[in-house]
């Protein structure tokens, strides 16, 4: 048995990108392990990339929060669902029956057809940025507007920076209040209620809209559904995007050789995203799941009612599958990343956060060619106690 699992320790490795290295450790010499968690209940840590994968697969390791003897990350960690079960908690086939509904909006395919918008954003926070005198901040200026926006429009919702804002960075956070969690949840409610009421009485071709007139006209779901549908779509679609762009920056930074390479060579950059998202992880807090059925990973035999914690970044720097894991190679080929998760549950929106990293340095690179941080690296503060890691703040300047 190991020390009790903190999701906020240091990354004590060569960088603030690298899993801790206590976890290493546990990945190298003991994969599949069993963990202490906060609340003294015990999961099983799994820490290699082919057992991540295997877990992830596995449909005796439920998602469902509402079973017995799922592990929680923190008091807070799983407040988002518990209202408004939908299938970002749900198994098969509740699970596949409710995203089949919205899959079709969120593919590689449907996420292209934002790419002039989402540029058009782009170009615009940047023509703001630029309006100024440096420095700027790449996180409050230009990462948290765009997403809230792209968000907006692939939802077809009015945009309140301010809602985002508030609302995400307090369901991101596992360890405030009770009483903030309520005034949270209740305002993004009370949001997407009025949306909702608005769709019904004049529906539009969106997404939500097609939940209502149809999902919901049949009996297939209620409002609820399509309130707690909504929920997770907004806030789930947020935070990662945000913490995407803005760590895959910071691992750039931090790495000015490879800063370099894609100032040369823009054509490595769309390629490179799969490298990027590997070496700067922001899933970080690890996977919860609880065993329904009798099952094995990695030659370790896990029982029904055990919990299981799936971590990402020891997967994503494991040297059995990838060659010199410490590195970013933006040229790597070999990228199998887990970063999105793996399975049925993989992450919905991830295209649409691809897209929004691949423009934004696409855009930052040639319109700025000069761009810097405007501090030294050790005063840029990661958030290690969010549901999702990233940086506070990128100040530049050029």
């Known amino acids: 048995m190991t020390d009790i699992f903190d999701y906020r320790a240091e990354r004590d490795g060569k960088s603030p ?5 206590k976890y290493q450790m546990l990945r190298d010499e003991s994969p599949v392990s069993q963990v202490n968690m906060w609340d003294g209940s015990k999961a099983w840590f ?49 699970h596949t029956r409710q995203r089949a509904m919205v899959n079709a909006d969120f593919t590689q395919r449907s996420a292209a057809r934002w790419r002039p918008q989402i540029q058009q954003i782009v170009d615009r926070l940047v023509d703001e940025m630029l309006a100024k005198s440096p420095p700027a901040d790449l996180v409050g200026e230009l990462a948290e507007p765009l997403a809230a926006q792209v968000m907006c429009l692939v939802l077809n919702i009015p945009y309140k920076e301010d809602l985002f804002l508030r609302v ?6 596992h360890y405030v209040g009770q009483d903030k969690l309520d005034v949270a949840s209740d305002e993004l409610t009370s949001f997407i209620t009025g949306i909702l009421e608005a769709k019904a009485a004049n529906p539009g071709r969106d997404l939500l809209s097609r939940l209502i007139t149809q999902h919901e006209a049949n009996g297939e779901l209620t409002r609820d559904d399509i309130i707690g549908m909504t929920r997770v779509m907004i806030v789930a679609g947020y935070e990662p995007a945000v913490h995407g762009v803005s760590l895959g920056l910071a691992a750039l930074f931090f790495n000015p050789d490879q800063l370099a390479l894609l100032r040369d060579n823009p054509d490595l950059i769309a390629g490179g995203l799969g490298e990027l998202l590997r070496y700067s992880t922001n899933f970080h807090t690890g996977l919860p799941r609880v065993a329904i059925g009798d099952t094995e990973i990695g030659g370790q035999k896990i029982k029904t009612g055990e919990a299981v914690l799936v971590y990402l970044p020891t997967a994503n720097f494991d040297p059995q599958w990838f060659e010199d894991p410490d590195s970013l190679d933006m040229r790597r080929s070999n990228s199998g990343n887990v970063s999105f998760g793996h399975g049925v549950h993989r992450c919905l929106g991830q295209h649409v956060v691809k897209f929004q990293m691949e423009i934004v340095i696409e855009t930052l690179l040639r319109r700025i ?3 810097r941080l405007a501090v030294d690296l050790d005063q840029i503060r990661f958030a290690r106690e969010a549901a999702v890691y990233g940086v506070y703040e990128l100040p530049v300047t050029w």
């Open 168 to 173: 995400a960075s307090t369901f991101a956070d």
């Open 369 to 371: 060619p000069d761009m």
């Open 46 to 94: 799994i820490t290699r990339r082919d057992d991540v994968r295997a877990a992830l697969a596995d449909e005796r390791l439920s998602a469902d929060n509402r079973r017995p003897d799922f592990p929680l990350l923190s008091h807070g960690s799983e407040t988002l669902t518990d209202n408004n079960p939908t299938f970002a908690r749900m198994d098969p086939p509740e």
């Open 17 to 21: 990108f690298h899993p801790p290295v």
